[in-house]
T-cell receptor, first 113, second 116 residues
Framework: LAKTTQPISMDSYEGQEVNITCSHN???????ITWYQQFPSQGPRFIIQ???TKVTNEVASLFIPADRKSSTLSLPRVSLSDTAVYYC??????????????FGTGTRLTVIP | KAGVTQTPRYLIKTRGQQVTLSCSPI?????VSWYQQTPGQGLQFLFE???????NKGNFPGRFSGRQFSNSRSEMNVSTLELGDSALYLC???????????????FGPGTRLTVT
């Protein structure tokens, strides 16, 4: 599984756009990039996933450059409820289809009023 | 559709005892994974079960074991509890392998285990 590197923490004001970048220099051809969000005392929640270029859903966008060695999660107009830890994961489900996610330290986002 | 449920939500045990945690996946999900989360080590993968078979295992001692039943419900057992086993234990379920998006797991609320 490719290792990921993210900033430990970020602060942002309400209403701003937040971009969290993740480095994954050893990403493999079959790997997908997935982001999860976790609130205190809750399990992580899937946000978005991509393989290349740009992916957008109702809550976030994911930008992946051509070399795929990094990715950026973009949260538009954050609110206080977006305060959470965000994890970047890289990997596939493997030849056996096994689901074992490697969560790094994540990025603790604090949204300030 | 009901989410992943875990029981009990909170548990207090003493050193040396054993504990069994239960997880009921989302209906139709056949893969169940277990994770341990502590402030010091973060989220760590324990093991994954698919169709009653352990498909993958993390780097935890043999005191940690699990099983999956024919209805996909899963249990995790920790024997000879140690103080360091105090953690939030999370269960996650997902559809069968090969579905898209890959690695989309649905997590339960967790079981908070305290070992005294």
């Amino acid at each position: 599984l490719a290792k990921t590197t993210q900033p430990i923490s970020m602060d942002s004001y309400e209403g701003q756009e937040v971009n969290i970048t993740c480095s994954h220099n050893n990403i493999a051809t079959n790997d997908y990039i997935t982001w999860y969000q976790q609130f205190p005392s809750q399990g992580p929640r899937f946000i978005i996933q991509g393989y290349k270029t740009k992916v957008t859903n109702e809550v976030a966008s994911l930008f992946i450059p051509a070399d795929r060695k990094s990715s950026t999660l973009s949260l538009p107009r954050v609110s206080l409820s977006d305060t959470a830890v965000y994890y970047c994961l890289v990997g596939d489900i493997g030849q056996t289809g096994a689901n074992n996610l490697f969560f790094g330290t994540g990025t603790r986002l604090t949204v300030i009023p | 559709k009901a989410g992943v449920t875990q029981t009990p939500r909170y548990l207090i045990k003493t050193r040396g005892q054993q504990v069994t945690l239960s997880c009921s996946p989302i209906s139709g999900h056949r893969s169940v994974s277990w994770y341990q989360q502590t402030p010091g080590q973060g989220l760590q993968f324990l093991f994954e079960y698919f169709s009653e078979t352990q498909r993958n295992k993390g780097n935890f001692p043999g005191r940690f074991s699990g099983r999956q039943f024919s209805n996909s419900r899963s249990e995790m057992n920790v024997s000879t509890l140690e103080l360091g086993d105090s953690a939030l234990y999370l269960c996650a379920s997902s559809l069968a392998a090969g579905t898209s998006p890959v690695n989309e797991q649905y997590f339960g609320p967790g079981t908070r285990l305290t070992v005294t």
